[in-house]
């Protein structure tokens, strides 16, 4: 990443806590069931733009909150969204999938 974008920030250091995120080379990076024993894992670098919730999808998609720290102790700084196709919301909130920032 060379430039800033025009709208929004990148944010680098975020820590996914009960699922993995898959980066495959032929297809759309999805979430998956995490490792077993595996703690958490770190996310890639993410445009983050304020924008309307889509109401069109709102099935298969989860509001992950990002917390600034693991033990969760104030309010969410803000919440990602993250869309996985063909998978209910309701899977991930009943995992605790979170975000820590680094």
């Given at each position: 990443i060379r430039?800033?974008?025009?709208?929004?920030?990148?944010?680098?250091?975020?820590?996914l806590y009960?699922?993995?995120w898959e980066r495959t080379i032929n297809e759309s990076p999805q979430m998956q069931d995490v490792a077993p024993k595996s703690k958490f894992t770190q996310l890639p670098v993410?445009?983050?733009?304020?924008?309307?919730?889509?109401?069109?999808?709102?099935?298969?998609?989860?509001?992950?909150p990002v917390y600034t720290t693991?033990?969760?102790?104030?309010?969410p700084l803000?919440?990602?969204?993250?869309?996985?196709?063909n998978v209910h919301n309701s899977k991930w909130a009943l995992r605790?999938?979170?975000?820590?920032m680094r």
């Open positions: 430039e800033s974008p025009h709208e929004g920030m990148f944010v680098y250091g975020i820590s009960g699922a993995s993410i445009h983050v733009t304020a924008g309307p919730s889509q109401t069109d999808r709102t099935h298969c998609l989860y509001q992950c693991r033990t969760m102790d104030d309010k803000f919440y990602l969204d993250i869309f996985n196709e605790g999938l979170c975000c820590c």
